[in-house]
């Protein structure tokens, strides 16, 4: 099982739409994990760490499952401005984080 | 403030030449990282530094080296290009190991 698995895409949804995705870890002890977001040819950049019990930050949830090793993504009313690939980052041990290869988002208007 | 540096932006080089990257931070950050992104391949950890006069290996280590004399300052070094080493290259620092990296805009590197 790879470390951190996400799925490619793309999702292409129209302006409007709420969209999840999902990304799954292999390390129980894991801690710390993160959704970063890229826009093309640019560097990656944070978009909010992911809490136990689950966070929100505007149109932007994030949830963890321990349980099942998972962490997900939430964007409601997606924009435009949200058309970018989105990074699962996962804290393996110490000062390690694996990012996953992200998945890609299209909103179209 | 401007966070992560990194410089220069672009380089061409040919295959055998040297050349040095350097990355710098203005949030006090300790740590301190150098990651290449190849299409296809996420990101990868190439070295890292925990504190001032520290490094370490980080997961594609091989034909790099890294220093970091200065805490705000972490070099990345290539003494003999090789087209393999074509990539994107950003540079990241942190408050902590476990903690969320901030990230340069990033060296587009072309090995001919």
């Known amino acids: 099982r790879k470390e951190v698995e996400q799925d490619p895409g793309p999702f292409n949804v129209p302006e409007g739409a709420t969209v999840a995705f999902n990304c799954t870890y292999s390390?129980?002890?894991?801690?710390?994990f993160f959704w970063y977001r890229q826009d093309c040819r640019k560097e990656p950049k944070l978009l909010m760490s992911?809490?136990?019990s689950g966070n929100e930050d505007g149109r932007f949830t994030a949830q963890l499952n321990r349980a099942s090793q998972y962490i997900s993504l939430l964007i409601r009313d997606s924009k435009l401005s949200d058309s970018a690939t989105y990074l699962c980052v996962v804290n393996q041990a110490g000062t390690a984080l694996i990012f996953g290869k992200g998945t890609t988002l299209s909103v179209s208007s | 403030n401007a966070g992560v540096t990194q410089t220069p932006k672009f380089r061409v080089l040919k295959t055998g030449q040297s050349m040095t990257l350097l990355c710098a931070q203005d949030m006090n950050h300790e740590y301190m990282y150098w990651y290449r992104q190849d299409p296809g391949m996420g990101l990868r950890l190439i070295h890292y530094s925990v504190g001032e006069g520290t490094t370490a290996k980080g997961e594609v280590p091989d034909g790099y080296n890294v220093s970091r004399l200065k805490k705000q300052n972490f070099l990345l070094g290539l003494e003999s290009a090789a087209p393999s080493q074509t990539s994107v290259y950003f540079c990241?620092?942190?408050?902590?190991?476990?903690?969320?990296?901030?990230f340069g805009p990033g060296t587009r590197l072309t090995v001919l």
């Open positions: 390390n129980s002890a894991s801690q710390s």
């Open positions: 990241a620092s942190s408050y902590s190991g476990g903690s969320g990296r901030f």
């Open positions: 992911v809490y136990s």
